[in-house]
């Protein structure tokens, strides 16, 4: 089975930041798109990072671009969304999600295949 794990959440001042991570077993293909979302409360889920494990292609959503950069590890399996000058409202779980195909077709929920349980982040 594929498991994705999410660490790195926590509480954290407005302006600072944070520095996440995702790491998934049982699926080893060399290349597929790692996403990452977010849910506020009461607000739908999503989509701030996504990034190509091959090539290191990335994008971004409007509301992080040029506060968050993701990267990765294919040694490790890991992603790393790196968020800087947070603002209160960055708070909400956040998401890790794996798409067993390039990254195609935005961020539509539907077109990632596998989940993490989220880890959660606290801006104030």
């Known amino acids: 089975d594929v498991q994705l794990v999410e660490s790195g959440g926590g509480s954290v001042q407005v302006g600072g930041s944070l520095r996440l991570s995702c790491t998934h077993s049982?699926?080893?293909?060399?290349?597929?798109?790692m996403g990452w979302f977010r849910q506020a409360p009461g607000k739908a889920r999503e989509g701030i990072a996504r990034?190509?494990?091959?090539?290191?292609?990335?994008d971004y959503g409007d509301s992080v671009k040029g506060r968050f950069t993701i990267s990765r590890n294919n040694l490790r399996n890991t992603v790393y969304p790196q968020m800087n000058s947070l603002q209160p409202e960055d708070t909400g779980i956040y998401f890790c999600?794996?798409?067993?195909?390039?990254?195609?077709?935005?961020?539509?929920?539907?077109?990632?295949?596998?989940w993490g349980q989220g880890t959660k982040v606290t801006v104030s």
């Open positions: 999600a794996l798409r067993t195909r390039f990254c195609t077709g935005g961020f539509a929920r539907e077109n990632f295949d596998e």
């Open positions: 049982g699926y080893t293909s060399s290349r597929h798109c």
């Open positions: 990034i190509d494990t091959g090539d290191g292609w990335s």
